[in-house]
Structure formats: C-alpha cells, structure tokens
C-alpha cells in the first residue's frame, strides 16, 4: 500500500513538475515570438550618402537647372532640413562622424584614413553597424568606405560595385532590399566627388567628376551646357568654373537616378512603407571655399528624410541638426535604448513627428575640422547660435591649405594663375589668410563677407560665443581645448596647460 501511495505520490508529482516544465516552454516561445514581431515591425533603415554634394544642386531646394526627379520626389514625400550640418567638411572625418555620432577630436578621426595620412578611430568606440547588428539588424555597406579600422566600423555584409555606377550598386542590394530581418543598408556612391582625370597638361581641363563619353549600364546620360549651370556667390563666373559645375551636376543626375532604381527595388520588395530612407552628402561641393571649409558652403548641407511612419509629408523643417545627430536618430527609429551607446548628438525624430517642436532646442550647432589631407594641419571649431556663427581659426597664422585635388581645379587654377584680387565674393587674399576668429550674423550676411569679430558692438556676442565653444570642447575632450592658453613654444611637451 505504502509503495502505491509513493508512486502515486511521485508520478503526480512529476506530472506538477512536467506541466511547469511545459507552461514556462510555451511562455519563453510566447514571449521570443512576441520578440520577434516585435523586431520585425522595426524599420528598415537606409542611409544613402553622396560624395561631395552641395545644397546648390538639388531640385527640391530650388535649383531649376539641375535634373533630380528622384530626391525631388523623395523631398516631396518626406521631409528636407534647410540647416543640416556636416561637423568636418571632409570625407573621411564628416563619415565617422555620420556613424558614430561623436565629433572626430574626440575619438581620433583627425582627417583621411587612406594612404599616407593613416588617421583612424579608436578601437574603443562602438559604431552604428555594430550596435545595430547586436539589436538584431542585418547591417550592409556598398560603395566608398573611406572609415578603419574595419572591426569598429564592421557591417554583416560588404558589397562590391563600382562607386560611381549608382544603378549598378543598387542592383547589388537585392538581397539585402529581400532580407528577412529588419536591414539597415549604407549606401555610399563616389559620385560627384572628383576623378582623377584633370589633365596635368592643360590646367584649363575641367576635371570629369565621374564622367565617361561611354556612360554607365542602366544610366541615361544627362548632359548640362556650361552656359546653363548656376554659379554660387563665393566662386569666379568664369569659362572654367561653368564648365566643371556643368560635370559636376551631370554626375548628380547618376547618383538621383541610381537612387530611383533602389527606390523602385525597394517598392517592389513591398518593404517601401516600413523603411527609412536618409538622404545625405559627407560635406560641399568639391571646390575651393565649400569643401574643406567651415564656410555655410562647406559644411550645410542637403538632408531629406522620409520616414513612413510620419504622416505629414513635403515638410520643410528649419531645426539646426548636424551629422552627429545621426547616430541617436536612427538607433532611435531602431527601437534603441538610446542610453546604450554614449554619442555627442541627440536624436531628431521628434522633430519629424512635429516640425513646430524644434524651438530652442534645435537653435545651435558645433563643427570641428582638424585635417583634410595630413599635410593640411588647418584646425578650425565652430559654434553657430541662432543666426550668429563664430570660426575660430586654431592655425591663423598659417596660409588656408588646399586639398590636392582642389588645387589642381581649373577653377582656382585660373585665378592664381592670373593672380586675380577676388576668388567669387571674397578676395583671394582675404580667403587664403584668415584671422583667428570669424563672427558673422547669417541673418543678415549670408555669405560670411563681414567679419563682426572685432566690432565693438558684438564684443558681447563674441564672448558668449567663445564660452560656449570652450564648453563644448571641454565637454567633447578636445585637445585642441589647449590652445586657448598655451606658449607656442611649448608644443610637444605633453604639459596640460
């Protein structure tokens, strides 16, 4: 009797433990189901960033010469940002930057990680693949990388194409446009960066930007008579710049049309209403006083955003954003804790669901360029506070470097060659030798001719302007926050003055 009462006891109580077993199975694969819909209904995400792309050359910010149906309907269906910002006007620096969300004296990223110059990001910061991949994200890139070393700034996948072929490099995302998991995709073009194609024979040669009298597969070529193009204010109408600017957008009108053929994979997939697209350039146009420079046409920039979950679209949103808010903003539309990766921009989605919000909030950006190429020392920060901007000028003393490619361009070359006074709206002098600090009112001077540094009636403006740069570099751990009170003759010695 007692043996039967024990098995009895024994097998009712395995039959308690194995429904236990059982309920907390079905619950885990309850709440990993619940996970997973939860991570499929996260948003696809793609980041799509043009080489060298000025605000002058798009449609949807009023240019009517320049061919651009594809982001003009991206404009259309989203929203453009009139104050975007990169926070180094040059390549290699604005992009670490882009996926990092950290201005680059603060994790390394100085200037061009290519050849000689060897400048790369410290292998302790975590990236926007990476932290994307840990959530679960397939992460890809194709197209100029231009970032090191590689294991921080690691992608699932890596694609091949020719960078200036845009249509052939979105035909190269068909699997990651037909993944399963949410993707976010990095798609950078080479376009309308400049080739190397100057003639060293004849100075007078407009560089290509890409160009080919052979066009590339899937591209209607779109040609632009010189006479046509529009020239900004701070370059020379001259025969040489037309000429280049006429490449310049005909290597835009590829990119907008590679655009359009990942937009059209993308609507076919059935996938178009729940991503992301982000329209962005690294820094301005490839041409002296944009590219390189902290001036307006250096460093704003065009940024369209179309996001399917906001329901207002054509919006035109004035919030002062920069590159560094990108990081936070798309961990932010990934579902992110946003707490987990430490970033010195802060996330602009709020400012999609409702323009009207931005207020003081988005009144005030910073940038900080120290290199271009590393034989360009050339350190220069910024702060811009509503209308008022301040350039201070680390390196005054020095004559403003060129990049070698810009230096090489007909379009200076013609100036310093016949030693002309003015470059565009500035005098060449004026452009070459600046003085340590820049304080201009946009308001009323957009084109950054009138220097209020040394205005008696700004000296207030001016101070306040210089604490708040102070502040941010203190705040970012800028080394160059030393040069504020420093003897130059100390250089080197590793003392924290």
């Known amino acids: 009797m ?4 024990g098995k009895y006891i024994l097998l009712s109580f395995t039959g308690v433990l194995l429904f236990s077993i059982s309920s907390c199975s079905e619950k885990a694969k309850t709440e990993a189901t619940a996970m997973t819909i939860e991570a499929d209904s996260r948003p696809n995400i793609i980041l799509f960033v043009a080489d060298d792309h000025g605000l002058d050359a798009l449609g949807a910010y009023g240019n009517p010469v320049i061919k651009t149906p594809n982001l003009d309907k991206l404009a259309a269906e989203g929203a453009k940002f009139t104050n975007a910002y990169c926070t180094s006007a040059s390549c290699a620096a604005s992009r670490s930057v882009i996926l990092t969300g950290k201005y680059g004296h603060a994790t390394g990223s100085y200037g061009h990680v290519h050849d000689y110059h060897h400048f790369s990001t410290y292998d302790t910061i975590t990236s926007l ?9 397939l992460t890809a890139r194709i197209g100029k990388y231009h970032l090191a070393p590689e294991d921080v700034y690691k992608f ?4 091949k194409a020719n960078g200036r072929s845009t249509y052939e490099m979105a035909e190269k995302c068909k699997d990651v446009v037909a993944s399963e998991k949410p993707f976010f995709l990095y798609f950078c073009t080479d376009d309308p960066h400049r080739a190397k194609s100057t003639d060293p024979n004849d100075w007078r040669a407009p560089n290509s930007f890409g160009n080919r009298p052979e066009g590339y597969p899937g591209i209607e070529t ?3 008579d010189p006479k046509d193009v529009l020239v900004p204010d701070f370059l020379p109408d001259s025969k040489e710049t037309r000429e280049e600017i006429a490449q310049y957008y005909q290597s835009i009108s590829r990119i907008d049309q590679g655009f359009g053929k990942l937009m059209q994979m993308l609507k076919e997939s059935g996938k178009a209403d729940n991503t992301v697209v982000i329209y962005i350039s690294d820094n301005g ?7 390189t420079n902290l001036y307006e046409p250096g460093m704003k920039l065009p940024c369209i955003v179309k996001d399917p979950s906001v329901e207002a679209k054509g919006n035109t949103i004035d919030a002062m954003i920069t590159w560094a808010d990108l990081t936070p903003t798309i961990l932010d539309m990934a579902k992110v804790d946003l707490n987990s990766l ?13 323009a009207s919000s931005a207020g003081d909030n988005w009144n005030e950006v910073y940038a900080s360029h120290t290199f271009h190429e590393i034989t360009m020392y050339y350190p220069m920060r910024v702060v811009r506070e509503g209308n008022y901007k301040l350039i201070r000028n680390i390196a005054w003393g020095l004559e403003y470097p060129f990049a070698s490619d810009l230096w090489a361009a007909s379009t200076w070359q013609e100036v310093h060659r016949n030693e002309k006074e003015f470059f565009g709206n500035k005098k060449t002098e004026d452009y ?3 003085p340590e600090f820049e304080l201009f009112d946009l308001s009323k001077d957009p084109n950054e001719l009138n220097n209020l540094a040394e205005n008696k009636q700004h000296k207030e403006v001016l101070d306040r302007l210089i604490e708040k740069m102070k502040a941010f570099q203190l705040k970012t751990k800028d080394p160059w926050y030393n040069s504020w009170n420093y003897d130059p003759a100390l250089q080197g010695t590793g003392l924290n003055l």
Do not use: C
């Open 222 to 224: 779109v040609t632009y």
């Open 156 to 159: 699932t996948d890596v694609l």
């Open 129 to 137: 693949p990476v932290r994307l991949e840990q959530e679960g994200y």
């Open 285 to 291: 146009m490839a041409f002296p006083g944009a590219k």
């Open 2 to 5: 007692k043996n039967i009462l």
């Open 342 to 354: 430490k970033t010195h921009g802060k996330s602009f989605k709020p400012v999609l669901n409702d």
């Open 432 to 434: 070459l030798h600046r």
